[in-house]
Structure formats: C-alpha cells, structure tokens
C-alpha cells in the first residue's frame, strides 16, 4: 500500500519532533534537584561541582542568568567555609622552570570570593545585555505567549538584581576593593528605582495583550488564531477556586516592606557609609538608609542603636570599636509548578477544559532561628532584620497579575487553536484524526511547563546583631551545628558573617574587617 499521499505519511514527521521537544521539557525546579539534594545536606563539594556543569551547559542560553546567580552563591559559601585547597596535579604544559619563581597562590578564601565576583559579573553583564535588547526582544517575546515563557531569556527579577549587588558589596569588601563596593552598592539603588516602572510595564502589557486576544489577534506561531477572554475565564468557578489557594498564600505571614526594597541591602548600604564614609554626604546617607531599615525592622533593638550611631556621625560620633555579627538562615522561597483547569469557551452542549501551568511560591520552613553569642560571659542572639521570604513573595505577588494573564492567554488561545485543529481532522476521519489527536496531545503536554527559574539559594532570612568588640577579642557563635570559637580579627570595626542552610548544618563562618 503507497502511503505517499495519505495523512499518516505527512503527520509522521511533525508527531516526531512534537514528541523530541517533550522529551527535552523539563522544569528548573527538577533541573536543579541534585544540586539541591547536596546544598541542603551541607555537602558543598558535591554542590558546586554540580553548579559548575549546569553553569557551563547554560552558559550561553536562555537561562544563563539564574545560573550565574546559583554559582555566585556557592562560591560564597565555599568562601565562608574557607577550606584547604584540593591538591592538584600540574600539567606538563604549564611546568615551571627550575629559575622560574612561582606565582603566589591567593588564600582559599579570597579564591572563593573572587570566583564569586566572577560569576556574578557574568550574570550583570547578560542582564545588561538584556536590557539594551529589551525593545528588540518586544517582538519574540510577544510570539512567546502562545509558546513557553520558559523559553524566554531569564532576565532576573528585581529582587535577584539587589541580592546580587549587595552579594558583589561585601565580596568586595571582603577583598579591601572599596570603590567597587561603592559602585555595587549605587547599582543596588538603581534597580530598586528601575523596578517599579518595570513591574508597571509588565502589567500594562498583559491587559493590552488580554485585550488584543479578545479580538483575536494574538497568533501563534503559525499564524493562527483564536478569540479568548481572560475576564471570563478568572469569573469560571474552577478557577477562582483554583487560584484563592495562592492568593492566600501569598498574603500569609509578609512583611510590609517598601515596595521593592529590601532591608538587608540597605542596611548594608548604610553600614558601610558609616564606616567608609569619605565627606558629609556619604555620612548623611548612611543615617538615612538606617533610618529606613529601623521603619522596616521595628522589632529589632540592634538597628535602634545603630540608628543612634547614624544621627550622630554629623557630630563627629565614630563607629570604633564595634562588632557586627550578620546571620544567613534558611533557603529563599522556590517555585513549583501548579496546573489548573481553564475553560475555551467553544459552542457545544458542556464546558471544555485545557489545562494551564503556572508558577506556586513554595517557602521552605527549615531554618535556624537564630544565632547564638557568647561575648565574654554576655549571651546575645542574632534578631531578625530582613525576611527573604517576604520580599519574594511581595515581589511575586507584584508580577502574579501578568504572570497569570499571560499564562491564561496562552493556554486558552493554543487550546482554542487546537480543538479546531483537531475538529477539522476528525471531520477526514481515518489517520489524520489520530495523528491529529496525538500531535496537539504531546505539543500540549511539551508546551504546558510552568516557568520556575528563581535563585534558589537565597538565604530565608538575614538577622544580625552588634556589640562591643571585647577586649579579648574572641567570641564563641552557635547557629545550628557544634559551637564555634572565632578570633576577631585586629580592626576597629569588624563583620563575621554567619550562614546555615539548615538545622543540623555547621555554620559557616568568616570575617571582614570593615575599618
């Protein structure tokens, strides 16, 4: 029998490569999953040879960014951990000669920190590159409702911008390059003003797009479309059901901050203008930005005494003889995928449904409450000055209106397209109908994957606390794991900074002197 002519010989082919794309389709949230597994058992060896190979493979894609985000941060973590190097083997290439001096080896610490600043830099750099391209992209990333947002480049969230500023600041503090905090710590300022005219871009983008799709002039890639009203299907009881769970969610348990500010970057910012203060100005803006971290952390007495050192640097107040102890606990929020039902609104005698991926906020609540001082005798305890979970999920919580428009839009309009599809091969009967159903079956299942990119590890919260330097300059810090006795390092005003990932975990230590 000659198949030449015949609908499964023509269909074969496209069944194929529907089901190739399916095959490649996954979710960051299980792209990352054995990174994950080694990160949260304390297991940074395993950690970052894993963060390495995935950081490689995207290196030059749609997801460079996040990636660069994740290695910036285990690169501070092994950086705190402030292990021997491992021993490694020269190659015959690069053998010395006998004459030859060898070049110095930096500490393991400052390696760890520097690979850190490398890897962030990588992520800047692609975010600007993105930026300067963002009214180019307008076009791709319009055709790219009806595909997968996934697939669009991972820009980085407002939030995943601040953190890796603020990151790059105390990096560069840890490596005495003052200057280049001070530039990190301008662009942490930057892109908090860029990132409420962004956010009120992205909405109004959505509602034009619900309003073209309505006329029916969103096409997929094709060419085709399809008639779709957003209103209706957010008025359907399956989805008003489905979405009052997240709704809930995310105004459960959050913070009110400023919008799109956090606390820990600009408390950073006023701790270090008041210790690296060059003229007036640097002195005023360091009282202003405690002044707002105190308005943001009211429960918490430590930013209350540094609000008195503030207001009186202007009257020649020092920050001597100081120690700051500042406390990472817990993992950020992640996303997973959460799939509701959405109606197509097509003429027949019930209710057709297709299904829709989105992005769930998941908060993760394994964490150490807090860290525990022995200063001489005196017990003090890290208090709370930032809440990552609140941050993220007000952010989120932002953008949740053209999230779910978008991912609306685009599931409605391709499964509009595709019951017509399929309604016009049924009407051939024979093997169109099947490879039909199977096509727009497995394009469907490829094209229906939630978006879950986030920088991952992030801390939950920072906490902090301060005190005078004791004179035997040697304090004892339990956050998790066995206690650990830590020397402070000589300097006027000192930074050790503590971070477990989880209970049970040693902590992570490491110091910067800060003046």
């Known amino acids: 029998m000659n198949f030449t002519n015949t609908p ?9 490569a529907v089901i190739a794309l399916l095959s490649g389709c996954t979710t960051y949230t299980q792209q990352t999953a054995n990174f994950h597994d080694s990160w949260n058992a304390g297991n940074l060896a395993a950690a970052s040879a894993e963060i390495d190979k995935k950081a490689d493979k995207n290196a030059n894609n749609q997801s460079t960014v996040v990636w660069s985000l994740e290695q910036g941060a285990v690169y501070r973590a092994l950086a705190l951990e402030n292990l021997p190097p491992p021993a490694t083997t020269t190659t015959p290439q690069m053998q ?10 930096p500490p393991y610490d400052a390696a760890m920190t520097q690979r850190s600043i490398d890897a962030f830099n990588w992520a800047s750099d692609r975010i600007t590159t993105y930026d300067e391209q963002a009214k180019a992209k307008l076009a791709s990333e319009t055709g790219a409702i009806l595909t997968n947002q996934a697939n669009l480049s991972y820009r980085g969230r407002a939030s995943d911008r601040i953190m890796l500023e603020t990151y790059q600041t ?16 301008n662009r942490v300022l930057q892109h908090q003003r860029d990132a409420v005219e962004t956010n009120a871009r992205r909405i109004t983008e959505a509602q034009e797009k619900s309003e073209a799709a309505k006329e029916g002039k969103i096409a997929d890639e094709q060419g085709k479309t399809a008639e779709y009203d957003t209103d209706k ?17 995310l105004s459960t348990d959050v913070q009110p901050y400023e919008v799109y500010v956090n606390p820990f970057a600009v408390f950073i910012d006023g701790l270090f203008f008041m210790t690296r203060a060059d003229d007036s100005s640097d002195l005023e803006r360091a009282r202003k930005s405690i002044e707002r971290v105190a308005a943001m952390a009211p429960g918490c007495s430590f930013i209350q005494e540094d609000l008195k050192l503030a207001e009186g640097l202007a009257y020649g107040k020092k920050p001597d003889g100081l120690t700051y102890v500042i406390f990472e ?48 005798g005196q017990m003090l305890q890290t208090q709370e000055l930032c809440s ?10 932002n953008e949740w209106p053209a999230v779910l428009t ?26 169109a109908d099947l490879i039909g159903s199977i096509v727009t079956s497995v394009y469907t299942a490829a094209t229906t994957i939630a978006d879950t990119r986030s920088w991952t590890t992030l801390p939950k919260q920072f906490q902090y606390a301060r005190f005078a330097t004791p004179q035997s300059r040697t304090i004892t810090i339990s956050a998790g794991g066995t206690p650990q006795t830590v020397a402070i390092e000589p300097g006027k005003v000192n930074l050790i900074y503590v971070k477990n990932v989880a209970p049970g975990l040693p902590a992570l230590i490491s110091q910067t002197v800060l003046k």
């Open 8 to 16: 499964i010989r023509a269909g074969l082919p496209v069944a194929l």
């Open 96 to 105: 010395l000669s006998p004459y030859s001096e060898p070049a110095p080896t």
């Open 170 to 185: 105390l990096n560069f503090l840890k490596l005495g390059q003052y200057d280049n905090a001070r530039v990190a710590l």
């Open 233 to 249: 299907a957010f008025a359907d009881p399956k989805v008003s059901a489905a979405l009052q769970e997240v709704d809930t969610e």
């Open 329 to 376: 606990t817990g993992s950020a929020p992640h996303l997973e995928e959460l799939t509701i039902p959405i109606p197509l609104f097509v003429v027949t005698n019930k209710v057709d449904y297709t299904e829709c991926a989105l992005p769930r906020l998941r908060r993760d609540p394994r964490f150490t409450p807090a860290a525990d001082i022995d200063v001489e």
């Open 388 to 397: 990552m979970d609140s941050v993220i999920t007000q952010e989120f919580k």
């Open 406 to 431: 978008k991912s609306i839009l685009s599931a409605g309009i391709k499964g509009l397209i595709q019951y017509q599809v399929k309604k016009e091969l049924k009407k051939q009967g024979g093997y």
